[in-house]
């Protein structure tokens, strides 16, 4: 979004983090902020014309044994807190009469997997909420869409390696092939920057028309 010339505000609660990355790309400006904290996100800037909701965790145990403050908070960080940022900026957006709403969803927005509750539950409601955006939105000229990946390379899948290895038993190196990546055709990882070409263009004029979707990039696996 900033090499196509947006002035982007990144929200994320790692201090470090987001400045390392204001420092290395040009039109960052860091915002610290956990997302979790509902009252944090009001306090937000509400003058925001695209919206990325991109924030997640993930905690992987069976359900019997699932702890219910974890399972809030991944409610509270992965749907509220987007229902929050979505009600926050809509004023603004309708008011300029343009805007776009982008949902970082997941394959597990349409699919289950054993073990990931909370975070399968997140991404569904997810999903829905960004229907009503699109149905609420289209007589104000905003789009609201998914997008929903398989397994990304980042810190959040690296750590489902080792919590997945505990869950089943098996070797870390046997993880990726064997669980994350079983169901899907293309054997590999999405890299974040396909993702971030996919956001841009849902935001760019050739998508004018597009609203109420959810585009998967997950290598076949909902194809099954």
């Given at each position: ?8 505000l990144a929200?994320d609660r790692?201090?470090d ?6 420092r290395r790309?040009?039109?960052?400006e860091?915002l610290?902020?956990d997302?979790?904290d509902l ?5 937000l800037p509400r003058?925001v014309?695209?919206?990325?909701n991109n924030?997640g965790?993930?905690h992987v145990?069976?359900?019997h044994e699932f702890?219910?403050?974890?399972f809030s908070?991944?409610?509270r960080?992965?749907?509220?807190s987007p ?10 957006m309708r008011e ?9 969803s997941?394959?597990?927005g ?8 909370a975070?399968?539950?997140a991404k569904?409601?997810l ?6 955006a699109a149905?609420e939105?289209a007589?104000h000229g905003?789009?609201s869409?998914c997008?929903?990946?398989?397994y ?11 919590d997945q ?5 098996i070797?870390r190196?046997?993880?990726?092939a064997e669980?994350l990546?079983e ?5 590999r990882?999405?890299?974040p920057e396909e ?7 849902l935001?760019g ?5 597009v609203?109420?979707a ?6 076949g696996?909902t194809?099954h």
């Amino acid at each position: 979004m900033a090499g196509d010339g947006a002035r982007v505000l990144a929200a994320d609660r790692d201090a470090d983090g987001l400045d390392a990355l204001a420092r290395r790309v040009p039109g960052v400006e860091a915002l610290v902020c956990d997302l979790a904290d509902l009252d944090a996100v009001d306090d937000l800037p509400r003058e925001v014309d695209v919206l990325v909701n991109n924030a997640g965790v993930q905690h992987v145990a069976p359900l019997h044994e699932f702890p219910p403050e974890r399972f809030s908070l991944i409610l509270r960080l992965m749907l509220e807190s987007p229902f929050r940022l979505v009600r926050h900026v809509l004023p603004h957006m309708r008011e300029r009469g343009w805007g776009r709403i982008v949902n970082v969803s997941s394959a597990h927005g349409v699919r289950a997997s054993p073990f990931k509750g909370a975070y399968v539950a997140a991404k569904h409601g997810l999903e829905g909420l960004s229907k009503v955006a699109a149905l609420e939105g289209a007589a104000h000229g905003i789009t609201s869409n998914c997008v929903s990946p398989g397994y990304v390379r980042t810190p959040l899948v690296d750590k489902q390696l080792d919590d997945q290895a505990a869950a089943h038993g098996i070797p870390r190196e046997r993880v990726l092939a064997e669980v994350l990546l079983e169901s899907a055709a293309v054997k590999r990882l999405v890299e974040p920057e396909e993702v971030a070409e996919l956001v841009a263009f849902l935001c760019g004029p050739a998508a004018a028309s597009v609203t109420g979707a959810s585009y998967t990039m997950d290598g076949g696996w909902t194809a099954h």
